[in-house]
């Protein structure tokens, strides 16, 4: 079945330094789609980026992120991190973009900038 | 931002009882989705609806949860007999076709 896995469960990361969050993915769908919600502490999660397009590098917000389906990955960078960043990043997979596409979750990447 | 509505935010039942948790979808989207976040974050897929209809379920939501759609009124997810596993955030997430907007979700805790 499709699968999503985020290795790091916690990043602490220095203000400034760049960001990166790692997602790996297993699907039979050549179609399917991958994205990165942020959720912040009791606010709702939201959708940061997206992408089904192999090998096109797709940005929201100073985030970063480059679908390559040779690797199954669809990793989250940023070039410089803020205090504002730090939240939990969810990767998730959908095996086609429909009205009623479940999402797969990673189990998420809790960051943590620090000054 | 996310207009996905859901109430309470915060519920506290004891083992047994039953739980019943509310969500108002952005208007114009017709496709609603409960998802479970547990303690360790980890997402699991309950139930999700077209209009008033029921897509997809899995086992646990078929036997235990009690779950409806109707129009004009709120989605809502009940819990038939709280068990202490159940205690988790419950998030509702409402969609045009696609991409899910999520609201803030039930906080759910089965003492």
């Known amino acids: 079945g499709d699968s999503v896995t985020q290795k790091e469960g916690l990043v602490t990361l220095t203000e400034g330094l760049p960001v990166m969050l790692n997602c790996t993915y297993q699907?039979?769908?050549?179609?399917?789609?991958l994205f990165w919600y942020v959720h912040y502490l009791n606010e709702s999660p939201r959708l940061l980026l997206k992408?089904?397009?192999?090998?096109k590098r797709t940005e929201h917000q100073g985030f970063h992120a480059t679908l390559h389906k040779s690797s199954s990955s669809f990793h989250l960078q940023k070039s410089s991190a803020q205090l504002s960043d730090s939240a939990l990043y969810y990767c998730?997979?959908?095996?086609?973009?429909?009205?009623?596409?479940?999402?797969?979750f990673g189990s998420g990447t809790k960051l943590t900038v620090e000054p | 931002n996310s207009k996905v509505i859901q109430t309470p935010r915060y519920l506290v039942k004891g083992q047994g009882q039953k739980a019943k948790m509310r969500c108002i979808p952005e208007?114009?989207?017709?496709?609603v989705f409960w998802y479970q976040q547990n303690k360790n974050n980890e997402f699991k897929f309950l139930i999700n609806?077209?209009?008033?209809?029921?897509?997809?379920q899995i086992d646990m939501t078929e036997k235990r949860f009690s779950a409806e759609c109707p129009s004009n009124s709120p989605c809502s997810l009940e819990i038939q007999s709280s068990e202490a596993g159940d205690s988790a955030l419950y998030l509702c997430?409402?969609?045009?076709?696609?991409?899910?907007?999520f609201g803030p979700g039930t906080r759910l805790t089965v003492l």
């Open positions: 997430a409402s969609s045009p076709g696609g991409e899910q907007y």
């Open positions: 699907t039979i769908y050549s179609n399917a789609f």
């Open positions: 992408s089904s397009t192999d090998n």
């Open positions: 998730a997979l959908s095996e086609v973009i429909s009205n009623y596409n479940v999402l797969y």
């Open positions: 208007k114009g989207h017709p496709v």
């Open positions: 609806f077209q209009n008033q209809e029921v897509l997809q």
